[in-house]
């Protein structure tokens, strides 16, 4: 085993980590953890993908100019 950890070990850093975060939490963890690996990975190796890059750009909306409205001028009121 790398590191000097044995199965015993795995186990227990294992177990520690299902009470710490849940049954629900692991999974989801383990995706993300998975992601930023294999984006790292790319990301090292040099590889770009274009195309996902241009489809993220297609899809958002198009930008809202917002409307700015004049209010009338108040007249002032004079006090004599």
Partial sequence: MPFGIG????LILLLVLLLVFGPKRLPEMGRQLGK????FKDSVS?????DDIVDEVAELPPAVEPTTTTTPARERDTVS
């Fill in 7 to 10: 199965i015993w070990e795995l």
């Fill in 36 to 39: 930023g690996m294999r984006e």
């Fill in 46 to 50: 040099g590889k770009d993908d274009a």
